[in-house]
Structure formats: structure tokens, C-alpha cells
């Protein structure tokens, strides 16, 4: 490490920063966290993660951290990281307006020679058009007084094999001596390798290409789940056939719906960003299109099950099981849980819902608890903890119908013991 570079300050404490934070303080980094929440930062201070992640429950005690909400701490730090949220409004447009704050916020209290990198997931041209203008609006000069880079964030949540030690990664900088700093200090923390860009602009393009790669993919096998489903074909059957193939063929599943804070945000910064310049991503939005209907779908695929027994969503009960976005997290951002309970409820639906990795936003105690209220189930998440769930434990329970949005149920097993099995796609 060089020791010219020793205080390293986050700011957002989420599933990014604080796995990044507690990162650079296991190499060796005086490291200072800025965030929000006074629960979480209360959390931090005794060493206990506020957020489900393996890394973080080993190594937050071994390497504390300082957390706290006054920016004033920040002032002497050689690197600041902004590691906080890019969402989108209710009308997909890009919502910038936390990396704006967090920039304002840095460029108040850095001092001169600082490194400032910017974390968040962003479209190409933001690091230009946002990030520049507000620092060289506090008076300093980029690539001279201060230093701006972009690495965009890479988290697997729950992965047992890829975290924040060793995910390769991509950078760029808006001068030579900037990247140059920049790639020190990742390559100081990471064991993977850090690769750099020409320009600032490719490092921003990087992300949301990786995620739009994931989204049109989902997209094309959850349209093949919905035209499969017409002519009585098992997807995941067919998916897993052609992973048989050991060249030109990457296994995507199709589900109730996409969650989480990238694939189903990052191709709208992209999409609004070409519509600026009078380019039209028509490819992209239908792939939105179609992952954004899922949730439908798969209310759809209860209603038709329920009409065979001659039920009315009104006034059923129905457990979704899991909020998290994917298994075996906490983190529910963007879940289609969301849209589904919301979807029910309108249609008259008394909701129960149960997961274990999110017991407080639970209405249920127990799996067991949300079956004996049941007479319907979603599967939402596939959580480890639902492995249990089969034909008998369902039929036990009086369950009826069971609408498994992720197929990861046994379904010969389900059907043999009289209980109505809908997946998607099969």
C-alpha cells in the first residue's frame, strides 16, 4: 500500500459500501463510512452488519470501521468512494439525485489532491455531464486538484464464491495520473484483476451493458416461457437440453419476475440516455416489456388455477413465499414480491406472507404458520429454507394450488398428491 494513501472514506453504507469498506480496512486503509441511517450506523459501530452478507459477518468485527452521518469526517481523506443508490422514478426515468448529493457532499470537504471514484452504477456520459461539473463548480480542477475515476460496482449478494475480494473489475479516469492512483488503490484491495478503459465513458458503458445482457436474456426465455406454456412444453426441460451444448449456449431461466437494484434498473439509464442523443433501444425496452410482466403472468396462471376449482381470487387466501429479490438474501429491492402482493390485493386477494431472511417485513411467523392460513401459494423466492416444501407437507395443509414462480419445486411430486402445480413455463 502506499502510504501517501491511507484514509479511504464511503460514502453509502449499503450492500456496495460497506462491503467495500470493510475491504479496504482488512488491507490496511484508515477507513471512515458516511451514511444516513442512525440504526445502521449504530449497528456498524458494534461491529454487527446490518445487512445478510457472509464477508460481512466474518470481517466486520475483525476490521471495524468508523460509521458516521457528519460529513465533516471526511475531510481528510486521500480516496473517497460513492457507493449510493442510481434508481429509477415510477416512469423508468434515471433518478440521479443521490450521486448529485453525495458528489456535493465531497466536493464541500475533500481536500486538494484527493481521489474521489464513483461506485454507482450509472449511464455512459454521467461522470462527464453530473460528476465533473460539481467539483469544478467548488473550485477544483479535475485531473490536477482532484482526481475523478469510475469503477463500477460488481456484488453477487449470498454468491459463496465471488464478493468483493475478488470480482474482477473495470476502471477509467478522466486523466492518466488519476487512473494511474485509482488502479493502485483497487489493485491494493482486490485480488481480481482491475482492468482499465481508455475512456471514463467505456468503464460507465461497462455496467449497464452487463446488465442489459442479463435482461434481454431473461426476456427471450420468459417469452419462451409464456409461448411453451401454450403449446404444453416444459421450459426448464428444454433450457436444461440445451445446456447439453458445451459452446454458444448460456442457460437463462425464466421466473415470476426480475428483482434487485441492477438488471431491472440499469437498461433504463441506458434507454434514456440514447433517446437524448435520438437513438431509440427498441430491443432493450421490449426486453423490459416483457420481464416488467411477469408478476401479471403469474397471477394470471393462479386465476386460470383457481377457475378449475371454481374459486374466485376474492376473498382467497393466498402465502407468497419470500420478499427478497433472490434466494438466500435479505436485500428486497426490486423484488417482484411487490408488484404481486399489490396486483392480489387489488383483486381481493387476503395476502400471508413469510420469509425467513425478512422476518420483520413478514406477516406470517413460521412456513408453517403462512400454510395453515393458505389455500393458495406463490413461490416468490427459492430460498434454502423452502427446500422442504413437497406434495405431502402441501396436501397436509390443505393446500390447493401452488404457483412456483422460480420451478424449483418437484412437481411429479406435487401433482401425484393432489395438489394443483403451475410453474412458469410448465
Not at 50 to 74: D, G, M, Q, R, V
Not at 89 to 104: F, I, T
Not at 121 to 130: A, C, M, Q, R
Not at 147 to 167: K, L, M, S
Request: proline share 6%; glycine share 6%; with cysteine.
Amino acid at each position: 500500500m502506499n502510504n501517501l494513501i491511507k484514509t479511504v472514506a464511503v460514502i453509502g453504507l449499503g450492500y456496495v459500501g460497506l462491503p467495500l469498506a470493510v475491504r479496504a480496512k482488512e488491507k490496511g486503509y484508515e477507513v471512515i463510512g458516511l451514511e444516513r441511517d442512525e440504526k445502521k450506523i449504530e449497528l456498524i459501530n458494534k461491529g454487527i452488519s446490518p445487512i445478510e452478507e457472509e464477508y460481512l459477518y466474518e470481517n466486520l468485527p475483525k476490521f471495524p470501521i468508523k460509521a458516521t452521518s457528519n460529513a465533516e469526517e471526511i475531510s481528510d481523506a486521500d480516496i473517497v468512494l460513492i457507493c449510493v443508490p442510481t434508481p429509477v422514478d415510477a416512469l423508468y426515468k434515471p433518478n440521479l439525485k443521490p450521486v448529485e448529493g453525495a458528489c456535493q457532499t465531497a466536493a464541500t470537504h475533500i481536500k486538494k489532491g484527493a481521489l474521489i471514484v464513483l461506485e454507482s452504477t450509472v449511464n455512459p456520459g454521467v461522470s462527464e455531464d453530473v460528476v465533473k461539473p460539481i467539483f469544478e463548480k467548488a473550485g477544483f480542477k479535475v485531473g490536477s486538484d482532484v482526481f475523478i475515476a469510475h469503477c463500477p460496482e460488481r456484488i453477487n449478494p449470498g454468491d459463496p464464491v465471488w464478493n468483493v475480494t475478488n470480482i474482477p473489475r473495470v476502471l477509467g479516469a478522466f486523466s492518466q495520473k488519476g487512473l494511474s492512483i485509482a488502479l493502485e488503490f483497487y489493485r491494493s484491495i482486490i485480488d481480481g484483476e482491475i482492468r482499465p478503459m481508455k475512456h471514463i465513458r467505456e468503464a460507465e458503458a461497462c455496467k449497464v451493458v452487463e446488465n442489459s445482457f442479463r435482461d434481454i436474456n431473461i426476456a427471450f426465455v420468459n417469452e419462451l416461457a409464456k409461448s411453451f406454456d401454450a403449446l404444453n412444453i416444459d421450459v426448464k426441460d428444454v433450457i436444461d437440453g440445451a445446456a447439453t451444448k458445451p459452446f454458444a449456449f448460456m442457460p437463462h431461466y425464466p421466473s415470476c419476475g426480475i428483482g434487485g437494484h441492477c438488471i431491472p434498473v440499469d437498461p433504463y439509464y441506458l434507454i434514456e440516455k440514447a433517446k437524448q442523443v435520438g437513438f431509440d433501444h427498441k430491443f432493450l425496452r421490449n426486453s423490459r416489456n416483457i420481464n416488467n410482466s411477469m408478476p401479471s403472468y403469474t397471477i394470471k396462471k393462479l386465476q386460470r388455477a383457481l377457475n378449475k376449482i371454481k374459486l374466485p381470487v376474492n376473498g382467497v387466501n393466498i402465502g407468497l413465499l419470500g420478499i427478497a429479490y433472490k434466494s438466500n438474501v435479505d436485500d428486497d429491492r426490486e423484488s417482484p414480491f411487490y408488484v404481486i402482493e399489490r396486483l392480489l390485493k387489488e383483486l381481493g386477494a387476503v395476502i400471508h406472507t413469510f420469509d425467513p431472511h425478512l422476518k420483520e417485513k413478514s406477516s406470517c411467523d413460521c412456513l408453517n404458520d403462512l400454510l395453515e392460513k393458505s389455500e393458495a401459494i406463490i413461490l416468490i423466492t427459492n430460498h434454502r429454507e423452502f427446500e422442504i416444501i413437497d406434495g405431502k407437507l402441501l396436501q397436509e395443509n390443505n393446500i390447493k394450488i401452488i404457483i412456483d414462480g422460480k420451478n424449483a419445486l418437484d412437481k411429479s411430486d406435487i401433482e401425484k398428491n393432489n395438489v394443483i402445480y403451475r410453474g412458469i413455463g410448465r
